[in-house]
């Protein structure tokens, strides 16, 4: 009897066993240490002007010897079209001036805008700018021909050539640079700067930098480092005496560069040939309340002056 009863008892325990067994184990919770990964805050991606120059094709006469004309133009190719196409303008434009002959005419300019409009590809505009810039090779080859004939063993040359020199932040700017000698006294040499927002996508100018009337008050700057400029260059008696020859004037071709304002000039702009291509920088210690904060150094900017607080009595 007693025998009975305890395999009835290790037959329940067995079976009881068996079921707990058999019951689903429960998921386990989730550990403080298994919380969701936090979430990482992106920086934008800081828009950057990448590009490079790609000479122009233009078809010269065969030449050998020392005095064979030299003409080199070149473009830019970027990653943004907007600027390509502005640079394009501007490098047409020294041509111009450097060989003193009108822009393309009527019938050309139409085709460029009709080509604009069409948004061709980045070798057609390359092949609108080559036959561009082979009607200036053509003016400068009948220079040097005229020349020639003239028996001048003179070498003419002529270069034009962008380049990026600030390729990020709030402002990037390409420079053009230009030189020549066209067989006079001596040769040229021309650098102007053009300043893009590529965020906006637009070109901007030196009105664009200044805070609300506050064009005076630049001028005033720009005319007060021109004073200094003449002083320390020691290129008259006085300030005054050389104005009377070359006065001041307020150029719009710029550079944001890292100490302050650049303002250039060109040859004859505000001195004789002598003093070259000079330029004025305005510190961005004096132009805090005259530029936009944005155009100012992070670590220098602050807002536009304002009343001083009346202190506490």
Not at 64 to 69: A, F, I, L, V, Y
Not at 223 to 252: I, M
Request: glycine residues 4%; hydrophobic residues 35%.
């Amino acid at each position: 009897m007693l025998t009975s009863k305890a395999s009835l008892r290790l037959t329940l325990l067995a079976s009881a066993l068996f079921l707990v067994a058999c019951q689903p184990k429960s998921d386990p919770k989730e550990s403080k240490d298994q919380q969701k990964p936090a979430v990482v805050e992106q920086k934008p991606v800081e828009l950057t002007l990448k590009g490079e120059t790609v000479q122009s094709k233009v078809v010269l006469p065969d030449c050998s010897g020392k005095t064979c004309p030299e003409f080199t133009v070149e473009r830019l190719q970027s990653n943004y079209p907007f600027i390509d196409k502005i640079i394009d303008q501007q490098v047409l434009k020294a041509l111009g001036q450097i060989l003193e002959i009108a822009e393309p005419d009527a019938k050309t300019a139409k085709v460029d805008k009709k080509t604009e409009a069409s948004g061709v590809a980045a070798a057609d505009q390359q092949d609108s700018f080559d036959a561009q810039v082979q009607r200036y090779a053509n003016s400068f080859i009948g220079l040097d021909k005229e020349l020639k004939e003239l028996s001048s063993n003179h070498q003419i040359n002529l270069l034009v050539k962008p380049k990026i020199i600030q390729s990020q932040g709030k402002v990037v700017t390409v420079v053009v640079n230009s030189s020549s000698y066209l067989g006079g006294a001596h040769g040229s040499a021309a650098q102007h700067y053009y300043n893009f927002d590529l965020k906006e996508e637009k070109q901007v100018k030196l009105e664009n930098l200044l805070r609300p009337e506050k064009k005076a008050a630049l001028e005033k700057l720009a005319h007060e480092a021109f004073k200094a400029w003449v002083a320390d260059s020691k290129l008259a008696n006085s300030v005054s005496e050389y104005e009377q020859a070359w006065p001041f004037k307020l150029t719009e071709n710029f550079l944001l560069g890292d100490q302050g304002l650049i303002l250039q000039y060109g040859e004859y702009e505000i001195g004789p040939y002598v003093v070259g291509l000079p330029r004025l920088v305005i510190p961005y210690d004096q132009l805090q309340d005259v530029l936009k904060e944005e155009y100012l150094p992070q670590a220098k900017a602050k807002p536009a002056s304002t009343p001083a607080e009346k202190s506490a009595s």
